[in-house]
């Protein structure tokens, strides 16, 4: 009986501990248990935000540092900006560092390989490492390969789909859904 109840009293520490975590706003983060799974630690968090990527004007987010004669080969870094809206400014949620380049001879396809550090909520400071082909199609798929933080262990996919593209300003603003499955 008094196991019993000492149990119950653990429980109940749990709910409050709980119910004491910072909550983010559903609209940019949402987590829920794995349903069937072998690892029941295992959590899947599905992210939605914006990409904000400037390639031109007074204050570029991306910059060229390797331009060879042809379109092909071209190298840029980052240090674009995440918003949990479409809006430029709509609520930042984090950054992606990183670099991309023109990887096909043919087509307009990048090779991407960034961290996105997150600065919202319970993931401020955490990190998302992204690597892979971002090719020239409406929606793409983008291997989620690790991270740190909250998302330690992390393993996933991120599905991207352009949102606006202005070649004349060099914007272009691109819509992230993420699923992630972390310890
Ligand atoms: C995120 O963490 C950094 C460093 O700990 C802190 O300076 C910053 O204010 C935090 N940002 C938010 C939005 O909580
Ligand atoms: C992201 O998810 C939303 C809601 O499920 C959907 O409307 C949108 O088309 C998705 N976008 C991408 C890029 O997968
Ligand atoms: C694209 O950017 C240019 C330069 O900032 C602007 O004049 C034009 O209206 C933009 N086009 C669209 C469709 O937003």
């Not at 794995?34 to 400037?54: A, G, N, R, V, W």
């Not at 550090?117 to 793409?140: K, Q």
Request: glycine share 8%.
């Amino acid at each position: 009986m008094v196991s019993l109840l000492s149990l119950l009293f653990v429980f109940h520490l749990l709910v409050i501990m709980s119910s004491s975590i910072p909550t983010t706003s559903e609209k940019f983060a949402k987590e829920s248990p794995i349903f069937p799974s072998t690892k029941p630690m295992e959590k899947l968090t599905q992210l939605h935000f914006y990409f904000h990527d400037h390639i031109k004007g007074k204050n570029p987010t991306s910059l060229i540092i390797v331009q060879p004669p042809t379109r092909f080969g071209t190298l840029y870094i980052m240090d674009d900006f995440l918003t949990e809206g479409p809006s430029p400014s709509s609520k930042l949620v984090g950054r992606s560092q990183g670099m991309y380049a023109t990887s096909s001879q043919h087509g307009f396809d990048f090779f991407m390989a960034t961290s996105f550090l997150f600065t919202e909520g319970i993931y401020n400071g955490s990190t998302l490492s992204i690597v892979g082909r971002n090719a020239d199609m409406p929606t793409r798929e983008i291997p989620i390969v690790g991270g740190t933080g909250v998302f330690r262990y992390a393993r996933g996919s991120a599905w991207l789909t352009t949102y606006m593209f202005n070649v004349t300003s060099g914007v272009a603003i691109v819509e992230y859904n993420v699923s992630v499955v972390h310890v």
